[in-house]
């Protein structure tokens, strides 16, 4: 009790506006971080729920194709085995010429000169020489 007296004797009140300051900063920091805290607890809720509607979306579309692909069924792509579809030689498209018309020709020749091949070569050419140019 003598202690408790002695303590309200020796008390200043620049002691208090010391006692003030400090807590006031002690508030203001308890509540910088509480912001801090708030803020970030939000932001990773909100990412969490982002992420978690990416996965949902995913998913949907994963089952919406496995939906789709379970409506196929094997003989949609493989042919069935029958003997007349096995072959076991090439089967041409079209019967070997040796000699062409002049109208054949026309139709299925493709002039190198149309095509650039001419260019490029010259080109090709021009980089190999400078490249060989260097060469000590």
């Known amino acids: ?4 007296r002695e303590k309200i004797r020796s008390f200043h009140p620049g002691d208090f506006i010391n006692m003030k300051a400090f807590l006031l900063v002690m508030v ?5 971080t509480l912001l ?3 803020s970030i607890i939000f ?3 909100r990412n969490r729920k ?3 509607d990416t996965i949902q979306q995913q998913n949907s579309f994963v089952h919406s194709l496995d939906r789709s692909l379970d409506d196929l069924t094997a003989g949609d792509f493989i042919f069935p085995e029958q003997e007349n579809l096995k072959q ?8 070997p010429q040796r000699n062409w018309s002049s109208e054949e020709i026309e ?4 002039d190198p000169a149309d095509t650039g091949i001419g260019e490029i070569s010259e080109h090709n050419h ?3 020489e400078e490249m060989l140019g260097r060469v000590p």
Request: glycine share 0%; no cysteine.
């Open 1 to 4: 009790m003598a202690n408790i």
């Open 28 to 32: 203001s920091f308890l509540m910088l």
């Open 36 to 38: 801090i805290s708030v």
């Open 43 to 45: 932001f990773s809720m």
């Open 50 to 52: 982002i992420a978690e």
């Open 88 to 95: 076991t030689q090439p089967h041409l498209q079209r019967e």
């Open 107 to 110: 139709r299925y020749w493709v």
């Open 126 to 128: 021009s980089l190999v």
